[in-house]
């Protein structure tokens, strides 16, 4: 698809098992495909009341299970391998704004 359209590829995914990511950044690398990983970051309290308050999916025991294990990759590698985006006091468009002017250069 890359190679078809051009620009730069995104991928919005979250992979907490640092195995699986070196397999996929490993392999992305491997085809020539640069990467720029970036990790939005908000702390447990605020991503608890954000899954707890969501207005389009409501709660979610699927995303609460995963807020520990997030906690742990973080501490581990994932913020050390990555560009941290902290989003706890920003919104959307603000932490959007902030990758695509990292991209850019700016």
């Not at 078809?4 to 950044?25: A, D, K, Q």
């Not at 899954?51 to 520990?68: C, K, M, T, V, W």
């Not at 050390?80 to 250069?105: K, M």
Request: a negative charge; hydrophobic letters at 40%.
């Amino acid at each position: 698809m890359l190679e078809f359209t051009g620009g730069t590829l995104v991928m919005p995914m979250t992979v907490l098992v640092e195995p699986y990511w070196r397999e996929i950044s490993d392999g992305l690398t491997e085809h020539g495909i640069p990467i720029r990983h970036f990790v939005l970051h908000a702390d447990q309290a605020t991503l608890r009341d954000r899954i707890q308050n969501d207005q389009h999916l409501g709660p979610s025991a699927f995303r609460f299970a995963y807020l520990e294990p997030y906690a742990e990759a973080a501490r581990t590698w994932l913020h050390n391998d990555a560009e941290v985006i902290d989003t706890t006091d920003i919104t959307p468009h603000q932490a959007a704004r902030q990758i695509v002017d990292s991209v850019l250069g700016r």
